[in-house]
């Protein structure tokens, strides 16, 4: 899976989770959905690592780094980042670096 068909993905559902719900999103939505989903993923560790109420649910931990990877493409595309170049920029160079 490449990251721009994933990326062209997420953001043809998002479009369509919009329309059904009326939603009007724009890059300060994005931002505090990412917020909110990484809260979430937050809330989901620590009931894996068994320092908050309620069942751990290794699913619901997966479910919810989904819901923070889809929120933060969505955010890149809103604010114009080109999330391919800046990891080759910022994570990738480094491999360069050993070869």
Do not use: F, N, P
């Amino acid at each position: 899976m490449k990251l721009s068909d994933l990326t062209a993905d997420v953001l043809r559902i998002s479009d369509i989770y919009a329309a059904e719900h009326g939603i009007e999103r724009d890059r300060d939505w994005a931002l505090l959905k990412l917020q909110e989903e990484l809260g979430e993923l937050t809330a989901e560790h620590l009931r894996m690592s068994g320092r908050a109420r309620g069942d751990a649910d290794a699913g619901k931990l997966g479910d919810e780094a989904a819901d923070v990877l889809g929120m933060l493409l969505i955010y890149c595309d809103r604010a114009g980042i080109d999330l391919e170049t800046a990891m080759q920029r910022k994570w990738l160079h480094w491999l360069e670096k050993t070869s």
